[in-house]
């Protein structure tokens, strides 16, 4: 059984990803993303909480809405690795971590500080 597999039919809460990030956990996502478009970005913050750090975006919001929590809804991890299982490939990632994409066909790509 694949990673994601497990994590998402196994009735064990303690099932976990790298960095402590458990299925229960919450991250905000975009609206634009909730509409239909495809996760392209994602960047985690420090964690608190129930809440994982990640925040998952269409890529194309303008950079006012990351200060309007009225542009974004909170959903757990387990949603979003069903809505995009290729999540599974950083949601593990540390704190301060953010990747993008150009496409739904397109490997996660991490991006550097600086």
Not at 38 to 66: I, K, M, N
Not at 79 to 106: N, Q
Request: no cysteine; proline share 5%; aromatic share 8%.
């Amino acid at each position: 059984m694949d990673e994601l597999s497990n994590l998402l039919e196994n009735d064990d809460e303690s099932v976990t990803l790298p960095n402590g990030v458990k299925a229960e956990h919450m991250l905000f996502v975009s609206k634009m993303v909730l509409d239909g478009s495809p996760v392209l970005f994602v960047f985690r913050d420090e964690p608190e909480s129930s809440d994982s750090g990640w925040v998952l975006l269409a890529g194309t919001e303008p950079d006012s809405w990351l200060e309007d929590l009225d542009k974004f809804q909170e959903r757990s991890v387990e949603w979003a690795l069903e809505h995009d299982p290729s999540l599974i490939a950083v949601l593990g990632s540390a704190p301060d971590s953010s990747f993008e994409r150009d496409s739904l066909e397109s490997e996660w790509a991490e991006l550097e500080e600086g």
